[in-house]
């Protein structure tokens, strides 16, 4: 049996004798440097806002998260922009974008906003080559079924774009998160290519119950089973079972540079559910491949 990785030097040790490439890694976040250190800002408040402190593990200049990632080995990754108001979306695509130039372990990523003109910059987004879109619910505070999405969700269903979507009620409730808005969502576009952020916590029951239903929603697994997690919004080991039999729609995600824990007890927490070496090779690489078409 592999052992999990130690510390996150050892990560390439785990991945490798798991007979992988490297991580296919579907959370992780680059913003424009005002508004990194804005969110990071945020967290340094969070025993106001969430009554736990939440240290940032990786705060650290652009380049040397960039080198913290080519350690660790994770060879793809998207940038994760989101707004937070109206008038930012089609900059921080533009932005995001240029980011991604020249580094093909980028997954170009781009973002959206419940406003006029909102289908025209995601049309300019998909053409310029945007391969990921990220919506937060909380954040944004929008229902995600706001009649100014619909061209964007008509869109995005067609061309078949992974939308990573933070839209549980953790790690804080807002007015349209919960499995309720997402649900009326696919209810009116079913294809939509959604990935579940955080595992939906903490409604996960509900929003494995969304994966089991729809052809095309996944799950991403940030933060998903960590300590921290575990304290706060825990996982019925009951529904581990169910969590195998979704094997090829769960997917690896961190919520790097912003989480308050070494990168590697991601990895130790995914583990330690004891769902076997099948499911983390498709967890840590194998299903991210598949839904970016990455050569494995």
Not at 155 to 165: A, Q, Y
Not at 175 to 195: D, K, Y
Not at 211 to 240: I, K, Q, S
Not at 284 to 289: S, V, Y
């Given at each position: 049996?592999?052992?999990p990785?130690a510390?996150?030097?050892?990560?390439?040790?785990?991945w490798r004798?798991?007979?992988?490439?490297?991580l296919?890694?579907?959370?992780?976040?680059?913003?424009?440097?005002r508004?990194q250190?804005?969110?990071?800002e945020?967290?340094?408040?969070?025993?106001?806002?969430y009554?736990?402190?939440?240290?940032?593990?990786y705060?650290l200049p652009?380049?040397?998260?960039?080198?913290v990632l080519?350690?660790?080995?994770?060879?793809?990754?998207?940038t994760?922009?989101y707004p937070?108001?109206?008038?930012?979306a089609?900059?921080?695509?533009?932005?995001?974008a240029g980011?991604?130039?020249?580094?093909p372990?980028?997954l170009?990523?781009?973002t959206?906003?419940?406003?006029?003109?909102?289908?025209?910059?995601v049309?300019?987004?998909?053409?310029?080559?945007?391969?990921v879109?990220?919506?937060?619910?909380?954040?944004?505070?929008?229902?995600?079924?706001?009649?100014?999405l619909?061209d964007v969700?008509?869109?995005?269903?067609?061309?078949?774009?992974?939308?990573?979507i933070?839209?549980?009620?953790?790690?804080?409730?807002?007015e349209?998160?919960?499995p309720a808005?997402?649900?009326?969502?696919?209810?009116?576009f079913?294809r939509l290519?959604?990935?579940?952020?955080?595992?939906?916590?903490?409604?996960?029951?509900?929003?494995?119950?969304?994966?089991?239903?729809?052809?095309?929603v996944?799950?991403?697994?940030?933060m998903?089973?960590t300590?921290?997690?575990?304290?706060?919004?825990?996982?019925?080991?009951?529904?581990?079972?169910?969590?195998?039999?979704?094997?090829?729609?769960?997917?690896?995600?961190?919520?790097?540079?912003s989480?308050?824990?070494a990168y590697a007890?991601?990895l130790?927490a995914l583990?330690?559910?004891?769902?076997?070496?099948?499911?983390?090779?498709?967890?840590?690489?194998?299903?991210g491949?598949?839904?970016?078409g990455?050569?494995?």
């Amino acid at each position: 049996m592999v052992r999990p990785p130690a510390d996150d030097a050892d990560v390439p040790r785990y991945w490798r004798e798991l007979g992988l490439p490297g991580l296919l890694d579907v959370h992780v976040h680059f913003l424009p440097e005002r508004v990194q250190a804005k969110v990071w800002e945020y967290f340094e408040a969070a025993g106001t806002h969430y009554g736990s402190d939440w240290p940032v593990a990786y705060a650290l200049p652009e380049d040397e998260r960039l080198a913290v990632l080519d350690r660790l080995g994770v060879r793809a990754f998207p940038t994760l922009p989101y707004p937070h108001k109206p008038g930012m979306a089609a900059w921080l695509n533009e932005w995001s974008a240029g980011f991604a130039a020249g580094r093909p372990q980028i997954l170009q990523s781009a973002t959206f906003y419940p406003e006029p003109g909102a289908d025209g910059y995601v049309a300019a987004a998909l053409d310029a080559g945007a391969r990921v879109f990220k919506v937060h619910v909380q954040v944004g505070s929008f229902d995600p079924r706001d009649a100014l999405l619909e061209d964007v969700w008509s869109r995005l269903e067609h061309s078949g774009t992974p939308v990573v979507i933070h839209c549980g009620s953790g790690p804080l409730a807002g007015e349209h998160t919960g499995p309720a808005p997402v649900t009326g969502l696919l209810e009116r576009f079913p294809r939509l290519q959604l990935i579940i952020a955080h595992l939906g916590m903490p409604e996960y029951r509900e929003f494995l119950d969304l994966a089991d239903r729809y052809e095309r929603v996944h799950l991403d697994t940030t933060m998903f089973a960590t300590d921290f997690t575990e304290r706060l919004m825990p996982f019925d080991p009951a529904d581990r079972p169910r969590l195998s039999a979704l094997r090829a729609k769960v997917l690896l995600g961190s919520d790097f540079p912003s989480i308050p824990y070494a990168y590697a007890h991601q990895l130790q927490a995914l583990h330690r559910l004891d769902l076997g070496e099948e499911w983390l090779r498709a967890v840590l690489w194998e299903n991210g491949a598949r839904l970016f078409g990455l050569e494995t």
